[in-house]
């Protein structure tokens, strides 16, 4: 299990690249994946982490901005 481990540290520079323009749900789906297969949170790259809690403050912001879809504008 941990050779499978090591082998997911080493990321392409076109996977680096990905990694950088991806949305929350595919940074979520990748750093699951990571996680499930046995890796701990502390092992992510800080890099990759960051970009994730980047998503994740816009992905709660524009929750907090817009209003409910029902909801009457005066």
């Known amino acids: 299990m941990s050779e499978r481990l090591d082998s997911m540290n080493y990321l392409t520079m ?3 690249e990905e990694l950088k323009d991806a949305g929350l749900k595919t940074m979520l789906i990748i750093i699951g994946g990571y996680l499930y297969a046995g890796a701990e ?6 890099g990759t982490y960051s970009r994730l809690i980047k998503l994740l403050i816009k992905h709660v912001n524009r929750e907090i901005e817009e209003p409910p879809e029902d909801a009457v504008i005066h």
């Open 14 to 16: 076109n996977e680096e």
């Open 41 to 46: 949170l502390e092992e992510v790259d800080d």
